[in-house]
């Protein structure tokens, strides 16, 4: 069965703090990773991973797959009280399978 | 028209009430799904559909019954529900069947009484 895991489960920093949080993955004929930040509602989508090493970046977040370890990792830089939210990862399968890990709450206080 | 469109934002039902969710997307997406999120949990996956066919049912009870009339629109029959059935329930879209960045609608908040 596929497994998603990620940690730490829940993360309060303070605001301008670096963060980064973990997904190790055991998928069967693994694809490609996702990210997503949930706050109240729907996931919203923020990167998709299929190639190890290289980084992909948005403003202050990044994240970079490692196929060898299966892991990959999401950094936030000069965190915001408006980056409070659950993180998920996920990851596809070649089934056409989707699998969320549990998610990292993740609060920034001014 | 870049999102996903979810009709009702909030549902309270009963037992024996039949409805049914909607969802709706505009880019072209060809695969299609519905998870279920209760809170504090990862979104769990109930059914894919891809070129209109649904392709997994992920040992859904058949009190909820999908439907995808086209390609832009995805249904979610409700029946005889329970309340353990009450979540968030989301539907979500992807370019093609797998692979691609899944795009989430805002979710329905269901409340079985």
């Known amino acids: 069965e596929d497994k998603v895991v990620q940690s730490p489960l829940s993360l309060v920093v303070h605001e301008g703090d670096t963060v980064t949080l973990n997904c190790s993955y055991e998928v069967t004929n693994f694809r490609s990773l996702l990210w997503y930040k949930q706050e109240k509602k729907a996931p919203t989508f923020l990167f998709m991973l299929t190639s190890s090493g290289i980084e992909k970046k948005s403003g202050r977040l990044s994240s970079i797959l490692d196929k060898k370890e299966l892991f990959s990792i999401l950094n936030i830089t000069a965190t915001q009280t408006g980056d409070s939210a659950v993180y998920l990862c996920a990851a596809w399968n070649a089934g056409n399978m989707l699998t969320f890990g549990g998610g990292t709450r993740l609060m920034v206080k001014p | 028209d870049t999102e996903v469109t979810q009709t009702p934002k909030h549902l309270v039902m009963g037992m024996t009430n039949k409805k049914s969710l909607k969802c709706e997307q505009h880019?072209?997406?060809?695969?299609m799904y519905w998870y279920k999120q209760k809170a504090k949990k990862p979104p769990e996956l109930m059914f894919v559909y891809s070129y209109e066919k649904l392709s997994i049912n992920e040992s859904v009870p058949s009190r909820f019954s999908p439907e995808c009339p086209n390609s832009s629109l995805l249904n979610l029959h409700l029946h005889a529900l329970q309340p353990e059935d009450s979540a968030l329930y989301l539907c979500a879209s992807s370019l093609r069947d797998n692979y691609n960045e899944q795009f989430f609608g805002p979710g329905t908040r269901l409340t079985v009484l």
């Open positions: 880019m072209g997406h060809r695969a």
